[in-house]
């Protein structure tokens, strides 16, 4: 069979550890390796690590505390760039905390590459709806309650759950509620290519915090055509409240306010902040035009995944059409404070 590496890096990862690599242990196409980057965790990452490594000889922990925020800019980038550079394989398969992966995932993703048809290979990142509800669960996901059969650990079928901010705001952050749909994401989520192109463009860069996976993505792109991998999506398990939903919006607005990208959109939230400013003082003329901003904002809220989530309860419906209300006042405030402040925030792990 083909030999494929998989990578990731961590940092304080410990409820979502076992599951991402008990899931990739269990892949149809097995791993040659799975290379996993600790930037120096303290919540107990690490030593879940070296208990699986004691399972598993496929999987290579390795601790390298300058992949953190204290010892890199871009420490997402370079624990990324530390496993590959590790890993012993042509081909590479980006993976991360916080996903699991089902069985075809890897043979699907790397099926283009082996094929021929590119060097570079997609697979996009979704919320698994059938999930979502406790009294539905999914099979495959009550399976993870025995992912580690020496240890099993209860929580690993609350982590698989989504909650109605998860499918609120997936498609915001370029995840997906279908597994079938088709995507464009450039996610490190689901990714994989040839080594060769990595070393072409560079490696991910580490001169940024946020944003890594979508600057690789188009620097690939000058030098190869990705494919589209089907049936390759990780599934992501974020376990967002409205709060941390907007926390992550927030990170990843600041982060395009300092890289200097995507203007066109900074500019469509303002515009839609503008109009719902003017909307609401024309009340005293007309209701019209707040009329019209409404309808607008209700297509904003649906249009990507319409099919998908009308099928959802009407709990759901509102916290979609809630947090897509949401969306342009803090994409465009914190779009525009980082790049005038042109510094990153840390995130939560760099202080567990």
Known sequence: MPAVSVISTVLNEVDDID??????????????????????????????????????????????ESCSLQGSAGPIAR???????????????????????????????????????????????????????PANPDP????????????????????????????????????????????KSCTARSMAFRRELWRRVG?????????????????????ARPAFAKCA??????????????????????????LGGRLARLWRNMARCLAEIVAAGALVYSPIPLASVIALEIYFAFRLDWNDIRKTSIRTLAARLAFSLAVPWVAAWYQSAGGIAKKFRPNRQNFV
């Open 19 to 64: 599951l991402l690599v008990e899931s990739l242990m269990r892949q149809t196409l097995a791993p040659a390796e799975v290379v996993v980057v600790d930037g120096g965790s303290s919540d107990g990452t690490w030593e879940r690590l070296e208990a699986a490594r004691s399972r598993y000889a496929a999987l290579v922990p390795i601790r390298d």
């Open 79 to 133: 624990g990324r760039n530390v496993a590959i550079a590790a890993a012993s394989s042509e081909v590479v398969a980006c993976a991360d905390a916080g996903c699991t992966y089902d069985p075809d995932w890897l043979a699907n993703l790397t099926a283009p590459i082996f094929n021929g048809d590119s060097e570079y290979s997609l697979g996009g990142a979704y919320i698994d709806l059938r999930n979502s509800d």
């Open 140 to 183: 495959i996901n009550l399976d993870s309650a025995n992912f580690n059969p020496a240890n099993p650990d209860p929580r690993n079928l609350d982590r698989t759950k989504s909650t109605v901010w998860d499918v609120a705001s997936a498609p915001f952050f370029g995840v997906t509620i279908n597994p079938d749909a088709p995507t």
């Open 203 to 223: 490696g991910f860069p580490e001169t940024v915090f946020l944003g890594e996976d979508t600057l690789y993505d188009a620097r690939v792109r000058q030098l």
């Open 233 to 258: 999506k990780a599934r992501y398990h974020p376990r967002h409240s409205f709060a941390s939903a907007i926390r992550q919006m927030a990170s990843y607005s600041e982060a395009w306010g300092i």
